[in-house]
């Protein structure tokens, strides 16, 4: 008998076997691969272009100029002229800031390669270009994605005649193993998590472990799970 949690699963796996034989396998694989061909380009072009926007049109000193004022450190530490003093005095308070470790570490490095001005303009200067950056890297993502579905859609077969038939029958199976994977993989980790006692004692999780444990086809993905794992281990 069928619990909550095959319903669930069985949904999302319907959904990517709908997705995949209404795309049929060549759209699929083009959606895939315009993913990772778009995120590369972004990571790999975005700061050379924003360096070049910036040079031409000298947005970060605009913007800068109008984010000096508002950023969450004390004035005397702000216009403070730049110093190996001054640098180790904001490090210390940026690390009090809920900032991610990377962005930290850019903001010190601007700092540290900085000839002039106080650590309020460069900072806000570099948090500017950071802003600059993350929207090339928007557009950049985008721009690329819609251009190479655009190109994909041009070499589809369509959905007639034979090859049409068989490029969605084909889709549907890709289409069905996608979410299989994710959903293995999930799986997978609650059957880690929750043979730590703490965890299955939690009564927020007593209900999804037992339908986890009840769940048939939730044992199914884990067996797929583990069979991958297998095949990694085996890999590597």
Excluded: C, K
Excluded at 71 to 93: D, H, K, M, Y
Excluded at 202 to 217: D, K, M, N, T
């Amino acid at each position: 008998m069928l619990n909550y949690l095959d319903l669930i699963l069985l949904i999302i796996l319907a959904r990517g076997a709908w997705r995949g034989y209404r795309l049929g396998l060549v759209n699929l694989l083009a959606g895939w691969i315009s993913y990772l061909v778009a995120g590369l380009v972004s990571a790999i072009y975005s700061r050379p272009l924003a360096e070049i926007v910036n040079q031409t049109w000298h947005l970060t000193g605009r913007w800068g100029g109008e984010l000096a004022s508002r950023l969450p450190l004390p004035g005397a530490v702000l216009n403070q002229p730049l110093s190996t003093p001054a640098i180790r005095q904001t490090e210390s308070f940026l690390s009090g800031l809920p900032l991610p470790g990377p962005v930290q570490q850019n903001l010190l490095g601007a700092l540290d390669r900085a000839s002039g001005g106080t650590v309020g303009q460069v900072l806000a200067g570099q948090i500017a270009f950071l802003g600059l950056e993350l929207l090339i890297l928007v557009v950049l993502f985008y721009g690329s994605f819609f251009l190479l579905r655009h190109i994909a859609r041009r070499f589809s077969p369509g959905t007639r005649g034979t090859v049409g038939m068989a490029d969605r029958g084909l889709g549907l199976l890709l289409g069905v193993l996608g979410p299989a994977f994710g959903l293995a993989l999930a799986i997978g980790i609650l059957r880690s998590l929750f043979t730590i006692p703490s965890m299955t004692a939690a009564p927020v999780f007593l209900p999804l472990v037992r339908q986890l444990h009840s769940s048939g086809v939730a044992a199914i993905l884990g067996d797929f799970y583990d069979w991958l794992a297998t095949l990694l281990h085996t890999l590597i």
